[in-house]
């Protein structure tokens, strides 16, 4: 492993605990608001949760055609 992968490493571990720390405490803010609606707060957790499937599911189409590429 050379430091370009070691420095990839932990630039990709830090910005998805900042990422994961921000999305934690936005749903603790969406449960806790009680001004908001309860439609609303389903509505944007909605979208967050399909944001995260869709990635997923990209990332893992890319990670199937990256084994499938021949050179």
């Known amino acids: 492993m050379n430091i370009k992968n070691i420095g990839l490493t932990i630039l990709i571990i830090a910005a998805a605990l900042l990422i994961g720390n921000g999305i934690y405490h936005m749903f603790i803010d969406l449960l ?11 509505g944007i957790i909605g979208i967050i949760a399909g944001i995260i499937v ?7 189409e890319r990670i199937k055609d990256k084994r499938n590429e021949k050179f």
């Open 32 to 42: 806790i608001d009680t001004n908001m609606s309860l439609l609303v707060k389903i």
């Open 54 to 60: 869709i990635l997923i599911g990209l990332i893992i």
